[in-house]
């Protein structure tokens, strides 16, 4: 298998390969971790009981997975890598400012992917924690080196594989003793509620930013209804089950997030070999992704400025970059995982919502998947350097997030008000549609009758 050779750049008709169905594993698979269980432990270490926990997470995988899914569709139509298609909405250089909080977003959950499968290494092999980090990292190099085939592969299997595993494993956790009254719907929190919803929301969200990128290889009749649904239904399925898995382990196991890695493999006692081995493969799949979308946001960050060609020597030394930078942080970061994680899932929500809000309107509303794919690539293309509205509705609906904001870094009054209810989420979905809408239709249909007027003032004059 060879290196690939496209990075940001258009995939052409003759190179596109692949169908529909291909979405399912691929987002199967990367909700099959220890990492999305401990996304569901979190309704819990919130005050909730079982059965509001499963009600949280199962409407907010519903719902977050809906804008995920709509990004997908985007690949086979634009054939081109999910950030760099913001350039269509925020300018060429303006798209700098989201590509730079995706970034974070990839660090950040590579960091969490790796502290979690570093600590199970741990549990099997007697090597120090610092080595097992650097040791997920250079296999994370190695994958992501090879790229776009190589991963669809990898995820196949994996999903086959974990399916089996984790249905043995459902079979055991729903055997495990759990108090009657946890799935009853009494001792309702709504601030707490609200939260443990923005939490699943947000997880299927901070798939957007890259979910094209495994889709823009499909050829470009491939069926949007096909590309949503296959993504759609691979991601609810996978984090609704390894969420609920994690959310009922929490109330049956009191030390599981001691050792989330360990207490899971117990489970399967003398077989517990296979369970550590899924584990780890799990959080290696996930951060290929992560490494792999960090690599195409920072080749779109540079790419306005220096003109380049990315080769195999050149993709093997971003990445190579990028793996080192990542994993120092998982070293330097090594200490208080749940804190860390719950803030992370938090305050990246308050940046990734607005940005999807206004990348889905423009293009399901204002261009309904209309673009010049070669103006996104040129610094004077129609796209411009900046668009002002954009970056405005983006700014603007972040500060305006901030009242709404319940973290345990910062309450906002309104969130006080509200006995803790965060919504930043739903201002950061509606509020940035309405401020990029109205003024970019206007502004749209203004460079439309501009050139029609100018050139029924030519035509008149020319007959006068």
């Known amino acids: 298998m060879k290196v690939e050779t496209r990075s940001i750049e258009y995939v052409p008709a003759d190179e596109r390969h692949g169908k529909a169905k291909d979405l399912f594993p691929i987002w199967f698979g990367a909700n099959m971790n ?26 907010g995988a519903l719902v977050g997975a809906i804008f995920m899914a709509s990004h997908s569709v985007q690949g086979p139509k634009l054939g081109i890598p999910q950030m760099i298609q913001s350039r269509a909405q925020f300018g060429v250089i303006g798209a700098i400012i989201p590509l730079f909080l995706v970034m974070f977003i990839y660090l950040g959950f590579f960091a969490s992917n790796t502290l979690l499968a570093a600590q199970t290494i741990g549990d099997i092999l007697p090597i120090g924690q610092t080595w097992n980090i650097i040791f997920i990292g250079a296999v994370c190099f190695v994958v992501a080196l090879y790229g776009y085939d190589l991963i669809h592969k990898v995820q196949k299997w994996f999903s086959a594989a974990s399916l089996v595993i984790f249905l043995i494993m ?11 009254e946890q799935w009853l719907p009494s001792e309702f929190d709504l601030s707490a509620f609200l939260l443990s919803v923005s939490i ?5 969200l901070s798939y957007a930013p890259y979910v094209a990128d495994y889709s823009r290889y499909l050829p470009s009749d491939t069926p949007p209804s096909k590309t949503f649904w296959y993504s759609y239904s691979g991601t609810v399925i996978g984090a609704v089950w390894m969420m609920v898995l994690g959310a009922v382990l929490t109330i049956a196991i009191p030390s599981f997030f001691d050792n989330t890695g360990g207490n899971l493999a117990a489970l399967y006692g003398s077989f517990a070999i296979l369970m550590y081995i899924l584990i780890i493969f799990g959080q290696l799949a996930i951060n290929v992704f992560n490494l792999y979308g960090a690599f195409m946001s920072s080749i779109t960050t540079i790419e306005p400025f220096f003109k380049f060609r990315v080769t195999p020597k050149v993709r093997f030394m971003f990445l190579l970059v990028i793996t080192f930078i990542a994993t120092g942080l998982c070293i330097v970061g090594q200490g208080n995982f749940l804190e860390f994680f719950l803030n992370f899932i938090f305050f990246m929500s308050y940046f990734l919502i607005p940005w999807t809000s206004i990348n889905l309107v423009d293009y399901y509303v204002l261009r309904s998947g209309e673009y010049s794919v070669k103006d996104i690539f040129d610094l004077n293309g129609k796209y411009g350097k900046v668009n002002w509205i954009a970056t405005f509705a983006f700014v603007a609906s972040i500060i305006a997030e901030i009242p709404f904001v319940n973290a345990s870094f910062y309450m906002g009054p309104i969130a006080k008000m509200l006995n803790g209810a965060d919504l930043a989420w739903a201002v950061g979905l509606f509020l940035p549609a309405a401020l990029y809408y109205f003024p970019m239709k206007r502004k749209m249909n203004y460079s439309i009758t501009v050139p029609e007027a100018n050139g029924l003032a030519i035509k008149k004059a020319e007959e006068s």
């Open 34 to 59: 220890i990492t999305t269980l401990v996304s569901g432990s979190l309704p819990i270490m919130l005050g909730l009981n079982l059965f509001w926990s499963v009600a949280a997470i199962i409407i």
């Open 170 to 180: 459902t079979y055991i956790v729903f055997k495990l003793p759990v108090p009657a």
């Open 200 to 204: 699943a929301v947000t997880w299927q």
